[in-house]
């Protein structure tokens, strides 16, 4: 199985821009779509990007028309540039795909606070 780590996540005034990085342990030209999700404390976690292999994606109504996700499979990365950003962007961060969901299992997330 594919692990995933989740880094680039800081404190960031609002108005400003992250981009997050999800590095993997092996090949993820071997994983069809992988996602983006955030959970603020409290909350539940929620789907914020995904990216298919073909390069396809789709975006959360909260992020859409800021954000940006974007795969390497030579660096085995996926990204997610946020824009523009707002305290309800407030979350841990996490990456993950189906068949790693399926068995329960998340990297530690990265932290993203948007405050002054």
């Known amino acids: 199985q594919v692990q995933l780590a989740e880094f680039g996540g800081g404190l960031v005034q609002p108005g400003g821009s992250l981009k997050l990085s999800c590095i993997a342990s092996?090949?993820?030209?071997?994983?069809?779509?992988i996602d983006w999700y955030r959970q603020a404390t409290g909350k539940e976690r929620e789907l914020v990007a995904t990216?298919?292999?073909?390069?396809?994606?789709n975006y959360a109504e909260s992020v859409k028309g800021r954000s940006t996700i974007s795969r390497d499979n030579v660096k085995n990365a996926v990204y997610l540039r946020i824009n523009s950003l707002k305290p309800e962007d407030t979350a841990v961060y996490y990456c993950?795909?189906?068949?790693?969901?399926?068995?329960?299992?998340w990297g530690q997330g990265t932290q993203v606070t948007v405050s002054l």
């Open positions: 990216i298919t292999s073909t390069g396809r994606e």
């Open positions: 092996g090949n993820i030209f071997t994983v069809d779509a």
């Open positions: 993950n795909y189906p068949e790693r969901m399926a068995k329960g299992h």
